[in-house]
């Protein structure tokens, strides 16, 4: 039995998804996969075009044998707290040998070495002194490698799968080093292009032909979602419940806000669209995806303390009999089940977080095109193939 742990969000799950994770066993002989999938919100800061229970059904369909939830204060995270989470919580199920990914370089040394760069790099004085300044994270941070490290280690840092690639080779390290990484060379369409080949279309583009009811049949094998959730149909919640938050509430958004809750304070006393709100909240030293998380933590009550303790269960979406095999294979280090309910008994801090997911997907539920009641967070089934 070898076992690697995918980090994902199948959002939707896609023919460029389902090469990873034949690759993942062809390539590395993993006999077993699990996925650590985000949940109903996604680290690009919006929601899910499906839920995720569909979602995980996908996942199996697809490849995978056992799908676990990203809490959601993780998954509409920074890219550091993003793949720390899942990590931790691919290390808690005490039986994974590897986390595979894909990355735009293919070449796992390469990746090991940008990391080191990073490492070092945000140790450097030159880079407190760019955030000091109110640069961004990765401005701060492309300034310094530049200082110190070749262009090859300077670009593998600005390709999208490549930065989540090194955080999660960062995570791996300060976890021990027990599961090894692994990496699987992106094919296909470039991360949120809207180009593409026959077979393999970006996430991004197959949204956009999903929303807009196109056939998807040659980019998936699966297209069974029932409906789909956009957040311009929560778009006046949203901006109810920032109108309604103190200054102090913004100062509580995880990862800091450098000064952008002042922003944001004043910006939502004017804006009438969420579009809107994002142009007059933006910067040079903020990241579009990072404003749009930070609106959506406000809505969902998530703060940086949320963030200060790893998750607190790992809850599982969906399995196959493999996956079953994987459950029964390690020795765990955290509360596993499929019941939101039962994990919440386990502890204050499980509780807590499952309130947490509790009021997410109630809010989640009215973003879908037909909206659900409350409550589908205790009521929803593992899907069992």
Same mark, same amino acid.
């Given at each position: 039995?070898?076992?690697?742990?995918? /980090?994902?969000?199948?959002?939707?799950?896609?023919?460029?998804?389902?090469?990873?994770?034949?690759?993942?066993?062809?390539?590395?002989?993993?006999?077993?996969?699990?996925?650590?999938?985000?949940?109903?919100?996604?680290?690009?800061?919006?929601?899910?075009?499906?839920? #995720?229970?569909?979602?995980?059904?996908?996942?199996?369909?697809?490849?995978?044998?056992?799908?676990?939830?990203?809490?959601?204060?993780?998954?509409?995270?920074?890219?550091?707290?993003?793949?720390?989470?899942?990590?931790?919580?691919?290390?808690?199920?005490?039986?994974?040998?590897?986390?595979?990914?894909?990355?735009?370089?293919?070449? /796992?040394?390469?990746?090991?070495?940008? !990391?080191?760069?990073?490492?070092?790099?945000?140790?450097?004085?030159?880079?407190?002194?760019?955030?000091?300044?109110?640069?961004?994270?990765?401005?701060? $941070?492309?300034?310094?490698?530049? $200082?110190?490290?070749?262009?090859?280690?300077?670009?593998?840092?600005?390709?999208?799968?490549?930065?989540?690639?090194?955080?999660?080779?960062?995570?791996?390290?300060?976890?021990?080093?027990?599961?090894?990484?692994?990496?699987?060379?992106?094919?296909?369409?470039?991360?949120?292009?809207?180009?593409?080949?026959?077979?393999?279309?970006?996430?991004?583009?197959?949204?956009?032909? $999903?929303?807009?009811?196109?056939?998807?049949?040659?980019?998936?094998?699966?297209?069974?979602?029932?409906?789909?959730?956009?957040?311009?149909?929560?778009?006046?919640?949203?901006? !109810?419940?920032?109108?309604?938050?103190?200054?102090?509430?913004?100062?509580?958004?995880?990862?800091?806000?450098?000064?952008?809750?002042?922003?944001?304070?004043?910006?939502?006393?004017?804006?009438?669209?969420?579009?809107?709100?994002?142009?007059? /909240? #933006?910067?040079?030293?903020?990241?579009?995806?990072? /404003?749009?998380?930070?609106?959506?933590?406000?809505? $969902?009550?998530?703060?940086?303390?949320?963030? #200060?303790?790893?998750?607190?269960?790992?809850?599982?979406?969906?399995?196959?009999? #493999?996956?079953?095999?994987?459950?029964?294979?390690?020795?765990?280090?955290?509360?596993?089940?499929?019941?939101?309910?039962?994990?919440?008994?386990?502890?204050?801090?499980?509780?807590?977080?499952?309130?947490?997911?509790?009021?997410?997907?109630?809010?989640?539920?009215?973003?879908?095109?037909?909206?659900?009641?409350?409550?589908?967070?205790?009521?929803?089934?593992?899907?069992?193939?």
């Amino acid at each position: 039995m070898k076992t690697a742990a995918v /980090i994902c969000e199948y959002n939707p799950f896609h023919n460029g998804h389902k090469y990873h994770l034949e690759q993942t066993r062809k390539q590395y002989g993993a006999t077993h996969i699990v996925c650590v999938m985000s949940g109903n919100f996604t680290q690009r800061g919006d929601v899910a075009i499906a839920d #995720k229970y569909s979602r995980a059904r996908a996942a199996l369909y697809g490849g995978a044998d056992l799908v676990v939830e990203l809490p959601t204060p993780f998954a509409l995270s920074s890219a550091e707290h993003f793949a720390m989470g899942a990590c931790q919580i691919a290390d808690a199920l005490g039986c994974v040998d590897m986390l595979s990914f894909g990355s735009e370089c293919g070449d /796992i040394s390469v990746l090991e070495e940008a !990391a080191g760069a990073v490492h070092y790099a945000t140790e450097c004085e030159e880079f407190f002194e760019s955030m000091r300044k109110g640069e961004s994270y990765p401005v701060a $941070l492309k300034k310094t490698v530049e $200082l110190y490290y070749t262009p090859d280690v300077v670009k593998t840092l600005t390709e999208p799968n490549n930065t989540l690639a090194v955080e999660y080779i960062r995570a791996l390290d300060k976890l021990g080093g027990i599961i090894k990484p692994v990496t699987v060379l992106r094919s296909g369409a470039a991360h949120d292009s809207d180009e593409g080949s026959d077979t393999v279309v970006s996430a991004s583009k197959l949204r956009k032909m $999903l929303s807009g009811g196109s056939d998807v049949s040659a980019y998936t094998d699966f297209t069974d979602y029932g409906c789909f959730a956009h957040i311009e149909n929560i778009e006046t919640a949203i901006l !109810a419940k920032l109108r309604t938050m103190s200054k102090s509430e913004f100062e509580r958004l995880p990862n800091g806000t450098g000064g952008m809750d002042s922003r944001i304070y004043k910006a939502v006393r004017t804006a009438t669209s969420l579009p809107q709100l994002m142009l007059m /909240i #933006k910067s040079k030293n903020f990241t579009m995806a990072r /404003i749009r998380r930070l609106i959506l933590c406000a809505f $969902l009550g998530i703060t940086g303390n949320d963030l #200060k303790n790893p998750p607190a269960y790992v809850r599982i979406l969906g399995m196959n009999d #493999k996956g079953k095999e994987i459950l029964a294979a390690g020795e765990h280090k955290l509360p596993v089940d499929t019941s939101l309910a039962a994990l919440a008994k386990t502890g204050p801090e499980a509780a807590h977080l499952a309130r947490l997911e509790e009021r997410a997907g109630n809010l989640y539920a009215l973003a879908l095109d037909k909206r659900q009641p409350c409550g589908t967070e205790f009521t929803s089934k593992p899907v069992i193939i």
